[in-house]
Nanobody, 124 residues
């Protein structure tokens, strides 16, 4: 069983950086695609970024390109999301997720395991 725990969320001033971490206790982590999603009240959960099992492929939601960077350290069973130039519109609950497969996946439906989420609030 894969268990995911996010950390690093909180309150940050607009324009500032923040790094989220997601630690996994499952041995499947190293062979899984890892993704970050976010959700605001009344909205569907949307992809932020995803990274393949070996880190060789990454995908981003268009508005995140150039601001957010996803990375992983399989030796530490951890995936990261570095967020820069944050805007109030980035305020959301951010979720870490894992999917089976060798590729990267855009749809939340592809991800079998999910963390509890961490709140990110960007003040103006």
């Amino acid at each position: 069983q894969v268990q995911l725990v996010e950390s690093g969320g909180g309150l940050v001033q607009a324009g500032g950086p923040l790094r989220l971490s997601c630690a996994s206790s499952g041995r499947i982590f190293s062979t899984s695609c890892m993704g970050w999603f976010r959700q605001t009240p009344g909205q569907e959960r949307e992809l932020v970024a995803a990274i393949s099992w070996n880190g060789g492929s990454t995908i981003y939601e268009d508005s995140m390109k150039g601001r957010f960077t996803i990375s992983r350290d399989n030796a530490k069973n951890t995936v990261y999301l570095q967020m820069n130039s944050l805007m109030p519109e980035d305020t959301a609950v951010y979720y870490c997720a894992a999917a089976r497969g060798l590729s990267t996946y855009y749809s939340a439906r592809a991800y079998e395991w999910w963390g509890q989420g961490t709140q990110v609030t960007v003040s103006s």
